[in-house]
């Protein structure tokens, strides 16, 4: 059974820093995209990063390059966004999600290409 947890939400100041956990279980990093996806109240959920372990790619949101970096330890199937300099338009919940890469165009895939998702973290920056 596949399943994705995510953990390390609350609440920061902006400015601040915060670090999501995925915890992953039931198939191969090696076969799946692992990305990030936020929803803010009212808005769209929306792709924040994403990165294919098979070769090392990564894909970025543009309101995110320079602040935000995704990482995956394969030892122990955990997938981590590291988020630096939040601002308030970071508050959301944030989702963990799989997808099968070799079906994924090259560039930050919309929440159709994901096959697997968790049930979300919430994130909320004070301004």
């Known amino acids: 059974e596949v399943q994705l947890v995510e953990s390390g939400g609350g609440l920061v100041q902006a400015g601040g820093s915060l670090r999501l956990s995925c915890a992953a279980s039931?198939?191969?990093?090696?076969?799946?995209?692992m990305c990030w996806f936020r929803q803010a109240p009212g808005k769209e959920r929306e792709g924040v990063l994403c990165i294919i372990s098979y070769d090392g790619r990564t894909y970025y949101a543009d309101s995110v390059k320079g602040r935000f970096t995704i990482t995956t330890d394969k030892a122990t199937n955990m997938v981590y966004l590291q988020m630096n300099s939040l601002k308030f338009e970071d508050t959301g919940l944030y989702y963990c999600?799989?997808?099968?890469?070799?079906?994924?165009?090259?560039?930050?895939?919309?929440?159709?290409?994901?096959?697997?998702w968790g049930r979300g973290t919430l994130v909320t920056v004070s301004s």
């Open positions: 999600a799989a997808g099968r890469w070799w079906l994924l165009p090259p560039q930050l895939p919309d929440i159709y290409g994901m096959d697997y």
């Open positions: 039931g198939f191969s990093f090696d076969e799946y995209a």
